[in-house]
C-alpha cells in the first residue's frame, strides 16, 4: 500500500482498541506495540482502550504504555477521561477516583448481580460470578498476578462469570436479551452488562465527545468486540494462533473487517502503521 507518510494524516484518526487478545498477547505483553505507542502519544493521536477490564486495571495498562488518552472499561460501562480538556463533555459525569471524569453509560453491578443469579435459575444451571472465585481460582483461571486479579475484580458496572461445564453461551445469550439485559462472550468470562451498554455504544458517546470528529480505526478479536468494529469507521481483526474467532469470519469473508497480519501486539502496529499511514 503506497500511503504518503504524514502526522497530518495520522492526526485524523482516533485509535480505539480492545486490549486482551487484541493488543496484550494472553501473557499481557504489548511490548511489540510500544514504540508505536508512544508515537502516537506524541503526535497526540488518541489511543483508547475499549475493553472489558476495570477502570484500576486500564489505568495500570495506560501508565505502562505511556497513554494519557480517554478509556472504555466495563464493555461500555463507563468512559473515563484521565485529562478532559480537549473533549466536549456534554453528557452527565462525576469525577473519578483515579482522577478526571468518568461517564457513566451502564448500571451498577450491583444492580445486575441479583440479575445473573436469576438467569443460572431461569437455565437450571450455574454460573461462577469473578467475585466468588477465590483469589487462588481467580489467578489460575485468568493468569493474573495476586495484585491484578484483585484489580481485576473491582467491577462497577458489570458482572464477569463462568458458565458451568457443558452451558452453551449462546442458551445464556438469549434468555438475557429475551429479559432485557446483554451477556457478552469475552476470552476468559462472559461479561453480564446492561441492555443499553456494549462497547459500540460507548463508541457513540465518546464520538460525541470528540469535537474534531476524528475517523475511527478499532481492533479487536472476540464477539465482544463486533459491535465496536461495526460503528467504527475502519475495522481490523486481530487473529488468535488459529486464525481469527469464527464467529468473526463471516463479516471478514464479506469485506466489512480487515485481518490484521499476525496476532497480538505485532499485527496491531501492523495494521495501525499501515491505516495511520505511518510506516
Ligand atoms: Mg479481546
Known sequence: MN??????VASQWLVVTDLDGTL???AYDFSAAAPLLRVL???GVPVVPCTSKTAEEVEQFQAAAGLSSPYIVENGGAIHFPHPEGWLLDM????????GVVVPLGWPSQRLRPLLDTLAAELDTRFFALEDLSLADLTAHTGLSPEGAALAARRHWSVPFVLAEGQAIEAVEALAAARGLKVLQGNRFAH???????KGLALEALRRADPQRRTVLALGDSPNDQALLDGADQAIVIPGADGPHPRLRPAIAAGDYQLASAPHAVGWADAVTTWLALA
Do not use: N, T
Open 3 to 8: 500511503i504518503p507518510s504524514s502526522p497530518a
Open 24 to 26: 496484550l498477547d494472553h
Open 41 to 43: 502519544e506524541e503526535q
Open 92 to 99: 452527565p459525569h462525576q469525577p473519578s477516583p483515579g482522577g
Open 192 to 198: 453480564l452488562i446492561a441492555p443499553g451498554s456494549d
